[in-house]
């Protein structure tokens, strides 16, 4: 954790939560598990795009374990139930019968997530976990078995490593606070 104003903190910002170091330290340390938990299974890791997709590619490297990759895109229903998604890119591989976890970057109320583990649940994996590198739990709606996680973080918005404001930020490589005021 680090609560220094970097140099190159982007205006909206207010301070650092996460620095780089610490990021890749954690996603060694869920690498690791994740390895020792599904050793010698047909693991398979997927995110659900596009702000997971940083996190992925770290944490897959930090599994010593034999896995496969997949992705799918979900959209959201104006006007529909909350959570309510609908598969805008789906998965390319079936996952009958495989381990499968869900890398996400951050779990809010939870709703989103639960929408698309329900979806996957029902193709039948052998087993369905989920790795979120960041959990804002105090403003979670619905229960949700989260196997895997990075860290908690407070009821603030955050940009980096992923996580984007209006489709910016995203390359930061550490995590920040935004300003209330840059928050329309
Ligand atoms: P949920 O359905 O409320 O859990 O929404 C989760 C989604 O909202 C995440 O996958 C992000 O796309 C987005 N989100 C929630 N909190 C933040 C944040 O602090 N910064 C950036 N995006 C966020």
Avoid: W
Avoid at 21 to 28: K, L, P
Avoid at 90 to 107: M, S, T
Avoid at 133 to 157: A, N, Q
């Amino acid at each position: 954790m680090s609560s220094e104003r970097g140099p190159d903190l982007p205006p909206v910002a207010d301070r650092v939560l996460l620095d780089a170091g610490s990021i890749a330290e954690r996603v060694r340390e869920l690498g690791a598990a994740i390895a020792e938990d599904h050793a010698g299974e047909d693991l398979r890791l997927i995110t659900v795009l596009r702000g997971g997709a940083m996190f992925l590619a770290d944490l897959c490297r930090a599994v010593d374990a034999s896995l496969q990759l997949d992705y799918m895109a979900v959209s959201s229903y104006v006007g529909g139930a909350p959570g309510a998604v609908r598969i805008t890119k789906d998965l390319d591989d079936d996952i009958e019968g495989a381990a499968v976890i869900v890398v996400e970057d951050i779990i809010d109320t939870g709703l989103t997530l639960n929408y698309v583990l329900s979806m996957l649940r029902a193709r039948k994996p052998a087993s369905l976990g989920v790795c979120t590198l960041l959990d804002k739990d105090v403003r979670r709606i619905v229960d949700l078995p989260v196997t895997y996680r990075g860290f908690s973080i407070p009821d603030r918005f955050v940009i980096g490593y992923g996580l984007d404001l209006g489709g910016l930020y995203r390359n930061l490589p550490y995590v920040a606070t935004v300003r209330d005021e840059a928050i329309v």
